[in-house]
């Protein structure tokens, strides 16, 4: 069912979102990469360690290493030898023996403890325990991080630099991952003249485009930029067929709403197919989701920050999907009005607010300034948003509220 202007209803947020979802599948395409160049990039196969992590027992201290039996009796056995870092000492400690061992390296056969240098003496070729140490004492187990056979990083994970970190210390140098998504974006507009270009009357900076293609920049995406495209329906209608043929998703912003020279529901229902129009959602309400010859589409409102906030809440879950990733939302937090926030039932507020803690430690928050949709200083100084409820009314200093970090 198409939901439109008509009805009295506008589409919840989380059903706008469960619709998106359920309708577009994952891409399946993926490709083997180097690692270096897998920052950012989703896991289309499960990574599977074959050896143990680390691979021996080894040191956690500059120290000494011994069969802590022998410090039950004694307080002082015969240095026999010495092990560093990739260079082990390659026999078997004996009774009454120990050797010099650096961070890293291998506990040889025999020992199965260290002491801290600190904690010890030499005296002549003897070193001297100021501490008895228990079994296992600063040793770093075989496989404790890691074991041979286990899944290191699922399917579907976004690599950060943390993962990329894991999967070489496994060995792994090539990555199987899903491939880019072809994202298409269009800014739609008479008025938008680009950056650097004087600007003629009644003409305002395109800038939509600068904060969208920034925010495509955290997804696994190869950006397709159609630039500014005039508001005239057979000019519009030929870059939205070519996008719709290129891409996998296009995002236009502008021209969604209802004035004379809005376009782009036309255009969507003539060439493609409107899933649903409108969301119960402020800023942003003529958001439109459909699909074009090949490509999904989504159709984000002009004013700058509802195209900012609806990237933000509606298209990042349809991307993390499209993009085989485990669909995952930022966490919210419990925070203290520190004053009167205004909301009126009917729709699901994102206000830009800022939050701060006091002396106390409590977390208090509060809207930054002037909330229209066209007041991109709202969220360029904001730190978080103030998640308000569809149906919710003012909050009252004192009340506590969700907020999200931006
Ligand atoms: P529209 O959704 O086309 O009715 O545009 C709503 C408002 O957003 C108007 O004031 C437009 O001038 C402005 N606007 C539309 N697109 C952009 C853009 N790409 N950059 C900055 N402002 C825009
Ligand atoms: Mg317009």
Same mark, same amino acid.
């Given at each position: 069912?198409? &939901?439109?202007?008509?009805?009295?209803?506008?589409?919840?947020?989380?059903?706008?979102?469960?619709?998106?979802?359920?309708?577009?599948?994952?891409?399946?395409?993926? &490709?083997?990469?180097?690692? &270096?160049?897998?920052?950012?990039?989703?896991?289309? &196969?499960?990574?599977?360690?074959?050896?143990?992590?680390?691979?021996?027992?080894?040191?956690?201290?500059?120290?000494? %290493?011994?069969?802590?039996?022998?410090?039950?009796?004694?307080?002082?056995?015969?240095?026999?030898?010495?092990?560093?870092?990739?260079?082990?000492?390659?026999?078997?400690?004996?009774?009454? *023996?120990?050797?010099?061992?650096?961070?890293?390296?291998?506990?040889?056969?025999?020992?199965?403890?260290?002491?801290?240098? +600190?904690?010890?003496?030499?005296?002549?070729?003897?070193?001297?325990?100021?501490?008895?140490?228990?079994?296992?004492?600063?040793?770093?187990?075989?496989?404790?991080?890691?074991?041979?056979?286990?899944?290191?990083?699922?399917?579907?994970?976004?690599?950060?630099?943390?993962?990329?970190?894991?999967?070489?210390?496994?060995?792994?140098?090539?990555?199987?991952?899903?491939?880019?998504?072809?994202?298409?974006?269009? %800014?739609?507009?008479?008025?938008?003249?680009?950056?650097?270009?004087?600007?003629?009357?009644?003409?305002?900076?395109?800038?939509?485009?600068?904060?969208?293609?920034?925010?495509?920049?955290?997804?696994?995406?190869?950006?397709?930029?159609?630039?500014?495209?005039?508001?005239?329906?057979?000019?519009?209608?030929?870059?939205?067929?070519?996008? $719709?043929?290129?891409?996998?998703?296009?995002?236009?912003?502008?021209?969604?709403?209802?004035?004379?020279?809005?376009?782009?529901?036309?255009?969507?229902? +003539?060439?493609?197919?409107?899933?649903?129009?409108?969301? %119960?959602?402020?800023?942003?309400?003529?958001?439109?989701?459909?699909?074009?010859?090949?490509?999904?589409?989504?159709?984000? #409102?002009?004013?700058?920050?509802?195209?900012?906030?609806?990237?933000?809440?509606?298209?990042?879950?349809?991307?993390?999907?499209?993009? $085989?990733?485990?669909?995952? *939302?930022?966490?919210?937090?419990?925070?203290?009005?520190?004053?009167?926030?205004?909301?009126?039932?009917?729709?699901?507020?994102?206000?830009?607010?800022?939050?701060?803690?006091?002396? *106390?430690?409590?977390?208090?928050?509060? #809207?930054?300034?002037? *909330?229209?949709?066209?007041?991109?200083?709202?969220?360029?100084?904001?730190?978080?948003?103030?998640?308000?409820?569809?149906?919710?009314?003012?909050?009252?200093?004192?009340?506590?509220?969700?907020?999200?970090?931006?």
């Amino acid at each position: 069912m198409i &939901e439109t202007c008509d009805s009295p209803k506008l589409l919840p947020v989380q059903s706008a979102i469960s619709k998106m979802l359920n309708q577009v599948t994952p891409i399946i395409e993926s &490709e083997s990469i180097e690692l &270096e160049e897998a920052l950012g990039r989703v896991l289309a &196969e499960d990574v599977i360690s074959n050896i143990d992590v680390p691979p021996n027992d080894n040191s956690a201290m500059d120290g000494y %290493a011994m069969r802590s039996e022998d410090l039950t009796n004694s307080q002082q056995l015969q240095l026999v030898g010495t092990a560093l870092a990739g260079k082990p000492y390659g026999k078997k400690i004996l009774a009454g *023996q120990c050797i010099r061992i650096m961070t890293g390296a291998v506990i040889p056969k025999g020992a199965d403890s260290v002491v801290m240098q +600190e904690n010890t003496e030499v005296l002549h070729d003897s070193i001297v325990f100021k501490q008895i140490p228990e079994y296992g004492n600063s040793v770093r187990k075989a496989g404790e991080d890691l074991q041979k056979g286990q899944i290191v990083v699922t399917k579907g994970t976004k690599l950060t630099p943390a993962f990329l970190a894991l999967i070489a210390s496994v060995g792994i140098a090539e990555v199987s991952v899903v491939r880019n998504l072809k994202v298409g974006l269009i %800014a739609t507009g008479d008025e938008l003249t680009p950056p650097g270009q004087p600007i003629e009357a009644g003409a305002i900076y395109e800038s939509n485009r600068f904060a969208l293609t920034a925010l495509l920049k955290a997804f696994p995406v190869a950006l397709f930029d159609f630039g500014i495209v005039k508001d005239d329906k057979i000019a519009l209608k030929a870059v939205f067929e070519q996008a $719709g043929q290129h891409c996998d998703l296009v995002l236009s912003c502008g021209g969604v709403s209802v004035g004379d020279a809005d376009y782009v529901k036309e255009i969507l229902d +003539e060439q493609g197919s409107i899933k649903f129009w409108k969301v %119960a959602i402020k800023p942003g309400k003529p958001f439109a989701f459909g699909a074009l010859e090949k490509a999904w589409f989504c159709g984000l #409102p002009g004013n700058p920050v509802s195209s900012f906030v609806t990237f933000e809440q509606l298209v990042t879950p349809l991307l993390q999907k499209l993009s $085989g990733q485990t669909i995952q *939302q930022k966490p919210y937090f419990v925070a203290t009005a520190s004053c009167l926030i205004k909301k009126r039932p009917g729709r699901a507020d994102f206000q830009r607010g800022i939050f701060y803690r006091d002396q *106390q430690g409590k977390l208090w928050v509060k #809207p930054n300034g002037k *909330q229209g949709s066209g007041i991109m200083s709202s969220i360029a100084n904001a730190n978080c948003y103030i998640l308000l409820e569809q149906e919710a009314n003012d909050v009252q200093q004192g009340e506590n509220v969700k907020i999200r970090m931006i």
